[in-house]
């Protein structure tokens, strides 16, 4: 599980990719990714994560957090697979 939260670590659309190939060389088959309610996410959820992903500094709506989030997964297999989307 990655969890979202403000706490997260800050990343470059190339080093997020790294880190999903890193998972896929680990074995790790399935992500999910957790996007809190504007009350952000409880500790419990964050101590469980894998990782903690940070998109910005600045305040996104949720929904608009979702296709962000989207977007960059897409961003990350074609940065891996090196496709012309990136560039």
């Known amino acids: 599980m990655l969890a979202l939260c403000v ?9 997020f990719a790294h880190h999903l190939e890193a998972f896929a060389v680990q074995g790790i088959g399935s992500l999910s990714f957790v996007v809190g309610s504007s009350y952000g996410l409880s500790d419990g959820v964050k101590s ?3 990782f903690k992903l940070s998109m910005s500094f600045m305040t996104f709506p949720h929904q608009l957090a979702r296709v962000m989030l989207f977007e960059q997964i897409y961003r990350a297999f074609q940065i891996l697979h090196h496709g012309k989307y990136h560039k």
């Open 7 to 15: 706490e997260g670590n800050l990343l470059s659309s190339p080093e």
């Open 48 to 50: 469980k994560a894998r």
